[in-house]
């Protein structure tokens, strides 16, 4: 008998969108041995890196000292003397000498020129350059963890992105205007395509490389050249990703030597620009790179750098240390902690027993490893030592120790399997995990305590610059009527900026005497407010003044800046001083010095000022660690609490006052504003 239910059936709707397909995993040169199948460990994209890295950045532009006051005056005065006309001109940027290339400076003039053209005036276009080179630095960085993520490891690149997000060595480089910072920032690019195994299908690789490696040398720093030499040794020696039977090696080898080489002759074509833009600027022939080298390795027995100080052989092991803290041990233990593995758990490097016609895993992550010891090895052997030396091989000192600590976590897996005889715990276990968060949350943590004590202890220069814009020059304005009233009843917020510009009309000259090396630079002094130095102990070299005013422009030029192309005749580079750069003491309206009341010093060259009451008023001052009388750890690192700071001896950085000069001018001009004059 039929039955009356009906039946309905819905078909599966059908999608013809092709399937998406996953991602290959465990396909770099390290690869995990637990939990092969488990969803892959976080990593941030591209996009979200840069969000990231930007805000630490960013803070680093805005808040982090200027640490060498090569930066101040051999690049941040030509710049501003490019775009106002006066400024502090140094040997080597001088046609005779011409160590310091117009090329690169000239990089920054866009960033620099766009808060002036907005009228925001000179302080904001300082920190626009910081901010640009520290946007420059993140996509650099940001880039270099992604490649590491795909190349490498998963894992090595996590602790690759955190150990550059918070270690102090980055904080002071990524926003430094130098070539070893510009240097840096092509070393990660290159580093970038340098990851993959060389091949002959892989033209990509060399070219970029190549090009990129240049770029840092040529425009920045020529020695950062060096970090590109196990690069070289790849491209040349080593199969890299080709499989090469005996008979065909010699064709391979050409190969690999003509296309380097190739690759090297289109990388020289940088030097065009960089020679032409130099040698309009100085007026002369000149090849800033060779002249670099020339000065550096063969300047004879009485010149060159040693001229100014040598420091012990364990100087970058020191400086190194209280920058990147923990993974200092772990950046210089990787190659031989790679031996290690190599030994013990050598399926990590992917590969059980490599083919005589191809490279091993082992043999490709040796040569990524080795620049940090090459670049740590030739630097230690110079007598004169500088931290900014290190800057292009930083990112490198978090790539090693990135993969030293996978590595050790790998020897932690391979030791609990062995005690426990179960893959299954051990891919359970929290260990691991728990050991590699530890490392990299201590690190963070000591290089934030670190970067906050160059903050609290350190940052009184800048601030002092600031005090003197921001405050005592608008109480001049103030005092004499320059400055129009507000209407009454207007907010803070709505408070308009103040313009200086009337501030010419009191010829101020501001004075620097022991402290000229703290500068820094005149973007940080309103124009109309001229820098001049007294004499201190200091009986080395100071800069001169760049010749102001602009030259007339013709058709076959294109350079306004005569001071350029001009050398003054006491500057020289045998550090010999020249004592028509210094400005009597009377004739200073405002001095910045340094005065420790505890442990005091003083001498006819350079006397109390700050408590000379009857000559000078104290504007504002602000404490400055004593570091010589302070204990190690705490003037090392930061911690909050009178406990930690009881430990530390400050100092009083000043802003003085002549008072007798000073008021002299206020009278002088507040007559000249009652009779109209001004």
Same mark, same amino acid.
């Given at each position: 008998?039929?039955?009356?239910?009906?039946?309905?059936?819905?078909?599966?709707?059908?999608?013809?969108?092709?399937?998406?397909?996953?991602?290959?995993?465990?396909?770099?040169?390290?690869?995990?041995?637990?939990?092969?199948?488990?969803?892959?460990?976080?990593?941030?994209?591209?996009?979200?890196?840069?969000?990231?890295?930007?805000?630490?950045?960013?803070?680093?532009?805005?808040?982090?000292?200027?640490?060498?006051?090569?930066?101040?005056?051999?690049?941040?005065?030509?710049?501003?003397?490019?775009?106002?006309?006066?400024?502090?001109?140094?040997?080597?940027?001088?046609?005779?000498?011409?160590?310091?290339?117009?090329?690169?400076?000239?990089?920054?003039?866009?960033?620099?020129?766009?808060?002036?053209?907005?009228?925001?005036?000179?302080?904001?276009?300082?920190?626009?350059?910081?901010?640009?080179?520290?946007?420059?630095?993140?996509?650099?960085?940001?880039?270099?963890?992604?490649?590491?993520?795909?190349?490498?490891?998963?894992?090595?690149?996590?602790?690759?992105?955190?150990?550059?997000?918070?270690?102090?060595?980055?904080?002071?480089?990524?926003?430094?205007?130098?070539?070893?910072?510009?240097?840096?920032?092509?070393?990660?690019?290159?580093?970038?395509?340098?990851?993959?195994?060389?091949?002959?299908?892989?033209?990509?690789?060399?070219?970029?490389?190549?090009?990129?490696?240049?770029?840092?040398?040529?425009?920045?720093?020529?020695?950062?050249?060096?970090?590109?030499?196990?690069?070289?040794?790849?491209?040349?020696?080593?199969?890299?990703?080709?499989?090469?039977?005996?008979?065909?090696?010699?064709?391979?080898?050409?190969?690999?030597?003509?296309?380097?080489?190739?690759?090297?002759?289109?990388?020289?074509?940088?030097?065009?620009?960089?020679?032409?833009?130099?040698?309009?600027?100085?007026?002369?022939?000149?090849?800033?790179?060779?002249?670099?080298?020339?000065?550096?390795?063969?300047?004879?027995?009485?010149?060159?750098?040693?001229?100014?100080?040598?420091?012990?052989?364990?100087?970058?092991?020191?400086?190194?240390?209280?920058?990147?803290?923990?993974?200092?041990?772990?950046?210089?233990?990787?190659?031989?902690?790679?031996?290690?593995?190599?030994?013990?758990?050598?399926?990590?490097?992917?590969?059980?027993?490599?083919?005589?016609?191809?490279?091993?895993?082992?043999?490709?992550?040796?040569?990524?490893?080795?620049?940090?010891?090459?670049?740590?090895?030739?630097?230690?052997?110079?007598?004169?030592?500088?931290?900014?030396?290190?800057?292009?091989?930083?990112?490198?000192?978090?790539?090693?120790?990135?993969?030293?600590?996978?590595?050790?976590?790998?020897?932690?897996?391979?030791?609990?399997?062995?005690?426990?005889?179960?893959?299954?715990?051990?891919?359970?276990?929290?260990?691991?995990?728990?050991?590699?968060?530890?490392?990299?949350?201590?690190?963070?943590?000591?290089?934030?305590?670190?970067?906050?004590?160059?903050?609290?202890?350190?940052?009184?220069?800048?601030?002092?610059?600031?005090?003197?814009?921001?405050?005592?020059?608008?109480?001049?304005?103030?005092?004499?009527?320059?400055?129009?009233?507000? +209407?009454?009843?207007?907010?803070?917020? @709505? *408070? %308009?900026?103040?313009?200086? &510009? /009337?501030?010419?009309?009191? !010829? #101020?000259?501001?004075?620097?005497?022991?402290?000229?090396?703290?500068?820094?630079?005149?973007?940080?002094?309103?124009?109309?407010?001229?820098?001049?130095?007294?004499?201190?102990?200091?009986?080395?070299?100071?800069?001169?003044?760049?010749?102001?005013?602009?030259?007339? +422009?013709?058709?076959?030029?294109?350079? @306004? *800046? %005569?001071?350029?192309?001009? &050398? /003054?005749?006491?500057?020289? !580079? #045998?550090?010999?001083?020249?004592?028509?750069?210094?400005?009597?003491?009377?004739?200073?309206?405002?001095?910045?010095?340094?005065?420790?009341?505890?442990?005091?010093?003083?001498?006819?060259?350079?006397?109390?000022?700050?408590?000379?009451?009857?000559?000078?008023?104290?504007?504002?001052?602000?404490?400055?660690? @004593?570091?010589?009388?302070?204990?190690?750890?705490?003037?090392?690192?930061?911690?909050?609490?009178?406990?930690?700071?009881?430990?530390?001896?400050?100092?009083?950085?000043?802003?003085?006052?002549?008072?007798?000069?000073?008021?002299?001018?206020?009278?002088?001009?507040?007559?000249?504003?009652?009779?109209?004059?001004?």
């Amino acid at each position: 008998m039929a039955s009356n239910t009906q039946t309905l059936r819905f078909r599966r709707n059908e999608d013809n969108k092709p399937p998406v397909p996953r991602v290959a995993r465990h396909t770099g040169m390290l690869q995990d041995q637990l939990r092969r199948s488990a969803r892959k460990p976080w990593n941030p994209n591209f996009l979200t890196a840069v969000r990231i890295l930007l805000l630490v950045r960013v803070a680093a532009a805005m808040y982090s000292n200027i640490q060498d006051c090569d930066e101040v005056f051999n690049f941040w005065e030509p710049l501003h003397y490019i775009e106002h006309g006066h400024g502090f001109q140094t040997w080597e940027v001088t046609p005779m000498y011409a160590i310091r290339s117009w090329a690169y400076v000239l990089l920054h003039l866009i960033p620099a020129r766009l808060p002036l053209v907005l009228n925001l005036g000179k302080r904001p276009a300082f920190f626009a350059v910081r901010i640009a080179l520290a946007v420059v630095s993140t996509l650099c960085e940001a880039k270099l963890c992604c490649t590491v993520v795909e190349k490498v490891n998963e894992r090595v690149g996590r602790y690759l992105f955190f150990m550059l997000l918070f270690n102090a060595g980055m904080w002071n480089a990524a926003p430094a205007f130098l070539p070893s910072s510009f240097a840096m920032y092509a070393t990660m690019m290159a580093f970038t395509y340098s990851l993959e195994p060389s091949s002959l299908k892989n033209k990509r690789r060399t070219l970029f490389a190549t090009i990129l490696f240049a770029t840092g040398a040529i425009v920045g720093w020529p020695f950062a050249l060096a970090l590109s030499l196990p690069f070289v040794s790849e491209e040349l020696l080593v199969f890299g990703g080709d499989q090469v039977e005996p008979s065909a090696r010699r064709s391979w080898m050409i190969s690999r030597w003509k296309r380097l080489f190739t690759a090297g002759l289109v990388s020289a074509l940088i030097f065009v620009p960089v020679i032409a833009i130099d040698s309009v600027a100085y007026g002369r022939w000149n090849i800033v790179p060779w002249n670099i080298v020339r000065y550096n390795i063969f300047g004879g027995s009485d010149r060159g750098p040693d001229l100014y100080g040598t420091s012990p052989w364990y100087f970058y092991i020191l400086n190194l240390l209280l920058n990147f803290n923990v993974l200092v041990p772990l950046a210089f233990v990787s190659l031989p902690g790679l031996a290690v593995t190599y030994r013990i758990d050598r399926k990590r490097l992917g590969m059980t027993k490599p083919n005589p016609n191809q490279s091993s895993p082992f043999t490709l992550l040796a040569l990524r490893l080795a620049p940090l010891y090459v670049w740590t090895a030739i630097l230690t052997a110079q007598a004169h030592k500088e931290e900014r030396f290190m800057f292009p091989a930083y990112p490198l000192v978090c790539f090693n120790a990135a993969v030293a600590l996978y590595l050790i976590r790998g020897w932690m897996e391979v030791a609990y399997i062995s005690a426990t005889n179960s893959p299954y715990k051990a891919s359970r276990s929290i260990i691991f995990g728990a050991t590699t968060f530890s490392v990299i949350i201590l690190t963070g943590l000591i290089s934030l305590s670190r970067a906050l004590a160059l903050w609290h202890y350190y940052h009184a220069p800048l601030s002092i610059f600031n005090n003197l814009e921001a405050s005592e020059l608008p109480r001049l304005l103030n005092v004499t009527g320059l400055l129009p009233p507000l +209407l009454p009843g207007t907010d803070e917020i @709505d *408070r %308009p900026s103040i313009d200086l &510009t /009337p501030i010419r009309a009191f !010829d #101020l000259r501001l004075c620097l005497g022991k402290e000229w090396h703290r500068f820094p630079g005149h973007y940080l002094v309103p124009n109309g407010v001229k820098v001049d130095f007294v004499k201190s102990e200091f009986d080395g070299l100071l800069p001169a003044h760049f010749e102001e005013g602009r030259a007339k +422009l013709s058709l076959s030029g294109w350079w @306004d *800046r %005569p001071g350029s192309r001009i &050398t /003054p005749a006491s500057l020289n !580079d #045998l550090n010999k001083e020249a004592p028509e750069f210094y400005v009597p003491i009377e004739s200073c309206d405002y001095l910045v010095d340094l005065d420790f009341p505890n442990h005091t010093v003083s001498s006819p060259l350079e006397p109390r000022y700050a408590i000379d009451n009857e000559t000078w008023e104290r504007v504002s001052c602000l404490p400055f660690l @004593d570091a010589s009388h302070s204990s190690l750890l705490t003037r090392t690192l930061w911690i909050p609490g009178s406990w930690w700071q009881n430990e530390n001896e400050f100092g009083d950085y000043c802003l003085l006052k002549n008072r007798e000069k000073v008021h002299k001018k206020e009278v002088e001009v507040a007559g000249r504003v009652r009779q109209g004059k001004l």
